[in-house]
């Protein structure tokens, strides 16, 4: 499949120069076929090129046996093709749509947090700030299954319509496809959970300019540190997600301008370690930001974590603009050192900070009796396999931050994944150590204003009349 290396095989029909034609034809097997810039020669087989394209329609994102048909039909015209030529395109589709993917998992994985939240009576809409309209877990689970309609089609449509020669209208699908999701995200008008849009809109705006909220009254919320903390482990989504905008910018979809690795969307492009590095520059700034509203210690002590991810990101880019030896001598043991001290310190950031771990968690005790309160609620092995897991994945997730590491692109897409789920396990401990000491708070607050009162009460009494 597209698990390594892609080869460009020397029989593809499909393979165009950036802004030029489609090179495609219906002639013989041994005719030859010219792009309009008259240097790009290849052989046809007829064989590959026969096929008639079906015009997508509406229906095709609508949930019915229609389009399961279409799925189907979609994914047996990529397997009837040679081993080469597929490669080439699940290589290429893997880019333009495994990003919105891994963001479909996210949001299908949110649903299930928010419905153990709202099982075991955990109140997320104070701990995050929520207004009355904020989205359930139906709600959610209702908006990852379109994305799921959605996204799996569109990626199929791609395949299809490249398979058989549609190479222009394969181009404009994950065009379409991301205007779809950016007008979804923007849209003014007062549909489709405006106020939750503008929730997270207005969360990233303060993630991104996390230093201009020293300008208003309002400081960084729990909501902006966990948002920014989810971005995080999504750093290689936005990478992917910078490299597809820029090939479709420089209309290089669908072209062989791709496997030019020092073009300035190719894979040793200077912008992917930036991206990959943003996110965690945000959570440093947030950190500072908060060590000078609070003044505590332990947000330098934070910011530092986050601070050790950036040598690992910048090293492993470093591979491609150096000599061989010097990469070999110098900067991979540089590397290698950064990454573990980034997977150790973030191991035990993890476990003692975000987490509160000195009691059985009560975030799966469930208000009524359930399967899964019984097989998580109070149960040891729940406390091995989340440690033994997050420090796993930790180490892991190094490998997904080293540029020189992205060969195998069927491996990274596994650990992303995987990283998304350490995430999602995660959410579950930081949130109930983050009720905890809101309700450690209140009960504070509580007995101060008892104690205040029976005060009161006391001095009111010596002042009677004998």
């Excluded at 319509?161 to 995200?185: K, N, R």
């Excluded at 920014?228 to 905008?245: C, N, W, Y």
């Excluded at 401990?429 to 204003?449: A, G």
Aim: glycine share 4%; net charge neutral; proline share 4%.
């Amino acid at each position: 499949m597209f698990g390594g290396h892609v080869t460009i095989p020397v029989n593809s029909p499909h393979l165009r120069k950036s802004g030029s034609r489609p090179v495609v034809s219906d002639l013989g097997t041994n005719d030859l076929v010219y792009s309009t810039d008259g240097d790009f020669l290849l052989p046809v087989e007829s064989a590959e090129m026969k096929g008639v394209t079906t015009p997508l329609s509406t229906a095709a994102i609508m949930p019915s046996p229609i389009l399961l048909w279409r799925l189907k039909i979609g994914w047996n015209s990529v397997m009837r093709m040679s081993v080469d030529l597929r490669d080439l395109f699940l290589y290429e589709a893997f880019l333009y749509f495994n990003p919105l993917l891994l963001v479909t998992m996210m949001v299908w994985l949110w649903g299930v947090n928010l419905w153990v939240f709202s099982q075991a009576n955990v109140n997320y809409a104070k701990i995050f700030d929520l207004d009355q309209n904020h989205l359930t877990y139906r709600e959610i689970w209702k908006c990852a299954t379109w994305m799921t309609i959605i996204v799996p089609t569109s990626m199929t449509a791609y395949l299809y319509l490249y398979s058989h020669g549609e190479v222009s209208l394969a181009a404009s699908q994950p065009v379409l496809l991301y205007a779809a999701v950016a007008m979804a995200l923007i849209f003014p008008f007062d549909i489709f959970y405006l106020s939750s849009r503008y929730f997270l809109l207005r969360t990233l705006w303060r993630i991104v300019f996390p230093l201009q909220a020293s300008y208003s009254l309002s400081a960084i919320t729990f909501a902006d540190f966990f948002v920014a903390d989810i971005l995080t482990s999504m750093s290689k989504v936005f990478s992917d997600l910078e490299r597809s905008v820029c090939r479709m910018v420089h209309r290089q979809v669908a072209t062989i301008a791709w496997f030019e690795a020092d073009s300035v969307c190719g894979s040793h492009a200077i912008a992917i370690p930036i991206v990959l590095v943003l996110p965690y520059i945000f959570r440093l700034l947030q950190c500072l930001r908060q060590y000078k509203d609070t003044g505590e210690r332990t947000t330098l002590l934070n910011a530092l974590k986050y601070s050790t991810a950036v040598p690992v990101i910048f090293l492993s880019a470093l591979k491609y603009h150096v000599f061989p030896d010097s990469w070999t001598s110098i900067y991979r043991p540089l590397w290698l050192v950064s990454s573990f001290l980034n997977s150790s310190y973030s191991f035990y950031w993890d476990v003692n900070r975000d987490w509160d771990l000195s009691g059985f968690t009560r975030i799966f005790k469930f208000s009524k009796p359930h399967f899964f309160s019984h097989l998580l609620y109070g149960r040891n092995w729940v406390y091995v396999w989340a440690i033994g897991s997050n420090l796993i994945l930790r180490c892991t997730w190094t490998y997904k931050l080293s540029a020189h590491l992205r060969h195998n692109y069927l491996t990274l897409f596994t650990i992303t994944a995987l990283e998304i789920f350490r995430r999602f396990q995660w959410v579950f401990f930081r949130v109930e150590n983050e009720w905890n000491k809101m309700n450690s708070k209140q009960n504070i607050e509580l007995s101060e204003n008892d104690f205040s009162s029976e005060e009161e009460k006391l001095l009111n009494s010596n002042h009677h009349d004998v």
